[in-house]
T-cell receptor, first 115, second 110 residues
Framework: GAVVSQHPSRVICKSGTSVKIECRSLDFQATTMFWYRQFPKQSLMLMATSNEGSKATYEQGVEKDKFLINHASLTLSTLTVTSAHPEDSSFYIC???????????FGPGTRLTVT | GENVEQHPSTLSVQEGDSAVIKCTYSDSASNYFPWYKQELGKGPQLIIDIRSNVGEKKDQRIAVTLNKTAKHFSLHITETQPEDSAVYFCAATGANNLFFGTGTRLTVIP
């Protein structure tokens, strides 16, 4: 168990448009979900933490009005990149955590390219 | 906050040899240390983890050791196979968020 999916796996959008990425826990309830960004050959950088039904907590330097996070249910979190710019091009990865456990289970990632 | 350092950044081994990746952390409150394997274009996959009340944990060809006094932990892969080639990340946490190391690109040469 503990499978996380992301959709889409790849997306190309034009500068100035918005794009939504979905993260779903398929076989468990994720009370906490995390969103990470990963640039080529670099480590994962935490963007925000979201708890079901609550507002997300953003890391320093991450614009909450640009990266909108919604965690409306125990199996779904969404990340919307608003007014995307080429510098937002990156690999976005989500993870979910079960209640009372330490492990984070990661999704397969979404490659965003802004042209 | 927590600072996790990981070495080496790249590692090449012959198939069948062992590989060792080392990490250090700074926050003595950290008590959970997972290791992830990431293949190209995919998300990280948890391969093994260790908690601070344990010094060593083994799962088939993979083992992790933890020295809380020295604040370092290591991943050991024995009898390496070409499919072990990937980027490996260590991480540490005391509460909710994971703090990742910078990654090690392991190449197993057939």
């Amino acid at each position: 168990g503990a499978v996380v999916s992301q959709h889409p796996s790849r997306v190309i959008c034009k500068s100035g448009t918005s794009v939504k990425i979905e993260c779903r826990s398929l076989d468990f309830q994720a009370t906490t979900m995390f969103w990470y960004r990963q640039f080529p050959k670099q480590s994962l950088m935490l963007m925000a933490t979201s708890n079901e039904g609550s507002k997300a907590t953003y890391e320093q330097g991450v614009e909450k009005d640009k990266f909108l996070i919604n965690h409306a249910s125990l199996t779904l979190s969404t990340l919307t990149v608003t007014s995307a710019h080429p510098e937002d091009s990156s690999f976005y990865i989500c993870s979910g955590k079960k209640t009372g456990e330490r492990e984070q289970y990661f999704g397969p990632g979404t490659r965003l390219t802004v042209t | 906050g927590e600072n996790v350092e990981q070495h080496p950044s790249t590692l090449s081994v012959q198939e069948g040899d062992s590989a060792v990746i080392k990490c250090t952390y700074s926050d003595s409150a950290s008590n959970y240390f997972p290791w992830y394997k990431q293949e190209l274009g995919k998300g990280p996959q948890l391969i093994i983890d260790i908690r601070s009340n344990v010094g060593e944990k083994k799962d088939q060809r993979i083992a992790v050791t933890l020295n809380k006094t020295a604040k370092h932990f290591s991943l050991h892969i024995t009898e390496t196979q070409p499919e072990d080639s990937a980027v490996y990340f260590c991480a540490a946490t005391g509460a909710n968020n994971l703090f990742f190391g910078t990654g090690t690109r392991l190449t197993v040469i057939p």
